[in-house]
Structure formats: structure tokens, C-alpha cells
């Protein structure tokens, strides 16, 4: 199993940047693709990003390809979501999962969840 911990959400302007981190603990982060998903408030879970536990080509949903991008770093057993151009749409809680199996926009897809960190744009 693995455990994720979602941090460096807040409040931040429009046009502005945030750099979210989920640190994972159990077993060797290598081996879980990794995902982002948002949930606004009274809306159903969204993808925003996946990446292979390789570290392969990583994709973005369209809503945010060209502002966000996700990595990470396996030594450190951490992965990131960088979040550019930041409109107040974005505005969510967002949530990190890890999955052995399964990489792609799915919810259901992943079997570990962070308990999120809130991302809040003002316009």
C-alpha cells in the first residue's frame, strides 16, 4: 500500500501560480502511475493530469494542457502538479491517487487517495 499527502494549495490571484506536492510513504513510489483530479464544489470529480510510475510522457486534460504539468520524483518519493495562468475556474479542492495497474483519466481507476489540499483563485 501507499500513502498520499497532498500539499501547497491556498489562495492565490488570477494569472498566479501554486505548486502542489504529494508525498508518498509505503511501498517504492516508482511502482504507482499517479494522477490529479479537482473537485469544485457541488461538481463531480475532474482529471487534470497523469503520469506513468516510470515517469513516461505524462497528459493533461484539455482544460488546463499548456498551464499545468505534472512530474515527479521518484528519489524523493514525491510527485508535483504545476499550476500556471491559474484562472478562478480552477478553483477546487485537489486530490492526488496512485494506482499500481492503472494510469489515465478514471477516478475509479486508482485505489489510493490523498485527503486533498484546497486551491482557491480569486479574480
Known amino acids: 500500500q501507499v500513502q498520499l499527502v497532498e500539499s501547497g494549495g491556498g489562495l492565490v490571484q488570477a494569472g498566479g501560480s501554486l505548486r502542489l506536492s504529494c508525498a508518498a510513504s509505503?511501498?517504492?513510489?516508482?511502482?504507482?502511475?499517479m494522477g490529479w483530479f479537482r473537485q469544485a464544489l457541488g461538481l463531480e470529480r475532474e482529471f487534470v493530469a497523469a503520469?506513468?510510475?516510470?515517469?513516461?510522457?505524462?497528459y493533461c486534460a484539455n482544460s488546463v494542457k499548456g498551464r499545468f504539468t505534472i512530474s515527479r520524483d521518484n528519489a524523493k518519493n514525491t510527485g508535483y502538479l504545476q499550476m500556471n495562468s491559474l484562472k478562478p475556474e480552477d478553483t477546487a479542492v485537489y486530490y492526488c491517487?496512485?494506482?499500481?495497474?492503472?494510469?489515465?483519466?478514471?477516478?475509479?481507476?486508482?485505489?489510493?487517495w490523498g485527503q486533498g489540499t484546497q486551491v482557491t483563485v480569486s479574480s
Open positions: 503520469i506513468a510510475g516510470s515517469g513516461g510522457t505524462p
Open positions: 491517487a496512485a494506482d499500481r495497474y492503472y494510469v489515465g483519466d478514471w477516478s475509479s481507476g486508482y485505489n489510493y
Open positions: 509505503g511501498r517504492a513510489f516508482s511502482d504507482y502511475n
